[in-house]
């Protein structure tokens, strides 16, 4: 951050006044321009006993897959937002369910928030975001060509929750790839 | 947001390639700049079966009880943000425990977690955040003084679990208060 968003002068980095961190700030309008996490909504989709699942026409992990998720945008609720992103991934329509996964991933300055959810329809298909679609059986999620490590973590525990016959939710923390 | 934070150009309004929401962009360097919920994080602190709660000492809601909480920031778990706030707040030291509350709170376009926590001492006081700290019992809490449907909702619920012997997560959707 170089301008303040408000009123275009250049912004310096120093500590307000009753803060504890250095903040970007303008000496002009006074405006304290704060950087916070931002939130991943997603969700597990089902559809009698099979799950979906995305191969990434964008950028990053282009080719990998990933269950349909992205960032929230506001307005919407959590819910409302893994929907969303089912629907602009998958061309599906989804009930959302149960929470599966909140994951701190700190070092890309985000909080992953996944839930389990309902297939309404068997329909499905690519969009400008997804170069490929399947429902797939739990034997044949492609663990090794996964985006993320919360992809893998909540598909994990997803199919060992379902196969307990629970419905449980996962506090965790996601690390950096290697490789 | 008037100016780009990059470039300090005007930035427009208007749908990016490939997007579905107008966003402001800046026609000089092309940067888009999104706008997303922001994460406030916080936890119901116990010792010894007494809840500790805080006088809130700043705006929204000056004078009216609150758990600690405040928004989270770059760079820490959500469960760092929490023990943070319930430094920064009340003096005091917490372990994180489990998530008691995940609310959408879209009408301030933001997300509350709330986990339970425990005191490691006994220790706490005022800071420049906090008129007044203290421990309470259930019995105790002044449910008519308040500061957020989120403070009322997590107290309630983290009573009740506690009451029935259950560490229960909680999804739910805070609305506006009226009057």
Same sequence: chains 1, 2.
């Avoid at 002068?9 to 903040?23: I, Y």
């Amino acid at each position: 951050m170089n301008y303040c968003s408000n009123c275009g002068n250049r912004v310096v980095l120093k500590v307000p006044e009753g803060d504890f961190l250095p903040r970007h700030v303008c000496p002009n309008c006074g405006t304290v321009h704060y950087l916070n996490p931002k939130i991943v909504v997603g969700s597990v989709p089902e559809y009698q006993g099979r799950i979906l699942i995305c191969r990434r026409g964008i950028e990053p992990r282009h080719g990998f897959w990933t269950i349909p998720a992205g960032f929230m945008e506001n307005d919407e609720t959590l819910q409302a937002g893994a929907a969303r992103e089912a629907k602009e991934e998958a061309r599906i329509q989804v009930e959302i369910g149960s929470l599966l996964l909140l994951a701190n991933v700190t070092h890309a300055r985000q909080v992953h928030v996944f839930f389990r959810s309902r297939m309404l329809t068997p329909d499905f298909g690519v969009t400008h975001e997804s170069l490929e679609v399947k429902l797939v059986t739990a034997d044949e999620i492609p663990w090794d060509e996964l985006a993320f490590p919360s992809t893998e973590f909540a598909l994990r525990r997803y199919v060992e929750d379902r196969a307990a016959g629970q419905e449980r939710h996962h506090v965790a923390e996601m690390h950096r790839r290697f490789g």
